[in-house]
């Protein structure tokens, strides 16, 4: 599901608009981006993630190398690559969370 903040703003007018009367054309003509940023938030929300697989791999091949028997990799520095993973997995699911509840309450908004 690809939302774009802007255009979920938009869809928000448009509708704010018909259920007063309004004509779209007004809706067109007084339009002015939101967000001036180049990147949309999907690529963003994407890059996260894709920041916290990595910490997550860091750590999974550390935990391997230790296991093995790599005298480079100590315990300390296993267990810590494991915190900040876990720490990262565990806030991107309350990103999630509020981000899903977010929607929920938008979605049950009536315009």
């Known amino acids: 599901m690809d939302i774009k903040t802007n255009s979920l703003y938009a869809q928000m007018q448009s509708m704010q608009l018909e259920a007063t009367g309004n004509r779209m054309s007004n809706l067109e003509n007084n339009i002015t981006p ?3 940023s180049t990147s949309d938030f999907g690529s ?3 890059q996260a993630v894709n920041a916290v697989n990595d910490v997550q ?3 999974k091949e550390k935990r391997n190398a ?3 028997g790599d005298r480079s990799v100590t315990l300390a520095d296993t267990m810590i690559t494991a915190s900040k993973a876990g720490i990262a997995f565990d806030a991107t699911v309350q990103i999630r969370n509020k981000f899903v509840e977010a929607y929920k309450e938008i979605m049950s908004m009536q315009v």
Do not use: D, G, H, R
């Open 57 to 59: 791999q860091e750590a």
């Open 66 to 68: 230790f296991e093995m």
């Open 34 to 36: 939101v967000n001036q």
């Open 44 to 46: 963003m929300l994407k």
